[in-house]
């Protein structure tokens, strides 16, 4: 049972214009939300986060949308650059419920190519 | 620097064999997390420890071992048993619901 899915196993756009990557989850339990970026053999790294209390969180060209009812969010990146080619993972963690463990559940990622 | 070291980061191994994968961080952080990527898969939880000399089963534990004897040390033992060890392992801590990983370990099971 996948708990955190990202249906689009890549994705390709044009430098310059916006990537956007989807992610859905089944749990209504999750209350905190990530993105990682993650470049081949090397360890995924924190990009950006957002509480189940908002809805928007941008930083610089990253902004990620949260849509409760749906159970989905989004990650924007505008403008894409070519060194934002790698594999995005999407996270969840239910962290009232877990007694503020960070256990987070990945979704299966989704590849970038952002071509100059 | 403060950072989360994983050693080695290519390792072999002959069926039947147990091998232990190292993980030190320098973080001051008190939960470590070991998870494994095999392609088309996301991260999967093996392990985590909230606390030193504690630890809980994640998702896939069958097959693996750990101790937390040290809060900077998590090492994860593939042991024999694991049918299907060869995967791409990645050790985490964490702080303020954000995991800093380490650049991961290679198994091949040969």
């Known amino acids: 049972d996948q708990q955190v899915k990202q249906n689009s196993p890549s994705l390709s756009v044009q430098e310059g214009r916006i990537s956007i990557l989807n992610c859905d989850y089944t749990?209504?339990?999750?209350?905190?939300f990530l993105w990682y970026k993650k470049y081949p053999a090397e360890g995924p790294t924190f990009l950006i986060s957002i509480s189940s209390i908002k809805d928007k969180n941008e930083d610089g060209r990253f902004t990620v949308f949260l849509n409760k009812s749906a159970k989905h969010l989004s990650l924007h990146i505008v403008p894409s650059q070519p060194g934002d080619s790698a594999v995005y993972f999407c996270a969840a963690s239910a962290r009232v419920s877990q007694g503020g463990s960070e256990k987070l559940v990945f979704g299966k990622g989704t590849k970038l190519t952002v071509n100059p | 620097d403060g950072g989360i070291t994983q050693s080695p980061k290519y390792l072999f191994r002959k069926e039947g064999q147990n091998v232990t994968l190292s993980c030190e961080q320098n973080l001051n952080h008190d939960a470590m997390y070991w998870y494994r990527q095999d392609p088309g898969q996301g991260l999967r939880l093996i392990y985590y420890s909230q606390i030193v000399n504690d630890f809980q089963k994640g998702d896939i534990a069958e097959g693996y071992s750990v101790s937390r004897e040290k809060k900077e040390s998590f090492p994860l033992t593939v042991t024999s048993a694991q049918k299907n060890p060869t995967a791409f392992y990645l050790c985490a801590s964490s702080i303020s619901g954000e995991l800093f990983f380490g650049e991961g370990s290679r198994l091949t099971v040969l």
């Open positions: 749990n209504s339990m999750f209350d905190y």
